[in-house]
């Protein structure tokens, strides 16, 4: 079992940057593709960005493209979610969760961090 906790979130104005993580415990972190999803209020949650085992691909919706930045520490057992030029649309709860696979599909991620709050003022 792998647990995950985010934290960075917080409260921001549009322009601003804030820098999420996502510290991972129990099983090899560095065995896992990882993911960032997002839910905002009244929407399904969706799909951010995603890393691959060693960090060396990664993949972003279109519409943080450019903006945001994935990135992981593996000796450190931690991801990251950089996110600059904030726009109140980027307001949500931000989720990391892993899986076994390089994949966009919520399906395909087995465990989920609890969230961590975004808010994004115009």
């Known amino acids: 079992q792998v647990q995950l906790v985010e934290s960075g979130g917080g409260l921001a104005q549009a322009g601003d940057s804030l820098r999420l993580s996502c510290a991972a415990s129990?099983?090899?972190?560095?065995?896992?593709?990882m993911g960032w999803f997002r839910q905002a209020p009244g929407k399904e949650r969706e799909f951010v960005a995603t890393?691959?085992?060693?960090?060396?691909?990664?993949f972003y919706a279109d519409s943080v493209k450019g903006r945001f930045t994935i990135s992981r520490d593996n000796a450190k057992n931690t991801a990251y979610l950089q996110m600059n030029s904030l726009k109140p649309e980027d307001t949500a709860v931000y989720y990391c969760?892993?899986?076994?696979?390089?994949?966009?599909?919520?399906?395909?991620?087995?465990?989920w961090g609890q969230g961590t709050q975004v808010t994004v003022s115009s």
């Open positions: 890393i691959s085992r060693s960090g060396g691909t990664n």
């Open positions: 129990g099983r090899t972190f560095s065995h896992y593709s």
């Open positions: 969760a892993v899986c076994q696979v390089f994949s966009t599909l919520q399906k395909d991620y087995f465990y």
